[in-house]
């Protein structure tokens, strides 16, 4: 095993000596925010599953950036995408759409993507409750043990733009 010594960065970072390596765990949402802010969204109201894995992102966090990463910046996170999506709908007159999130206990992901506001359901095969509180998703994704998903599966919904 490896001896670690942790010591505070700048707001967000984390530096890390493991050895005689030092490095700096970073908040990875910024870069994290405009690689999803620049994708275009699918928009097919006649094929849910296309729209589904098409807007499908999914979002990991190692152990040291679990180490600093608090609830706080993961729903502002959630909630720059799920402003991103809007205006980038917006912006092309298209919508409405419904983003959601939730997280994968089996995969150790939390996960998000938008299908449009005409479809009955969300795309899930599972039973889902959807989640007033982003919280509540949020606490199960930084939870560091990984367990059997509840059921109903916790998905928080808003609808864009």
Sequence with gaps: MLSCAYSAARSGELVVRTRRLWRIVANPFPAWLAEVAADAVVIRPDDITTEARGNLWTIGLDEDQLAVITP??????????????????????????????????????????????????????????????????VRDFLRVATEVPPVPLPVWVTTVP
């Design 72 to 137: 706080a910046e993961v729903e502002e996170f959630v909630r720059a995408v799920s402003a991103a999506r809007s205006r980038w709908l917006a912006e092309r007159g298209a919508g409405p759409m419904r983003f959601y999130c939730w997280y994968d206990g089996q995969a150790g992901q939390l996960r998000f993507s938008l299908v449009s506001a005409g479809h009955a359901a969300l795309p899930f095969v599972c039973p889902v409750e959807p989640a007033a509180d982003l919280a509540v998703v």
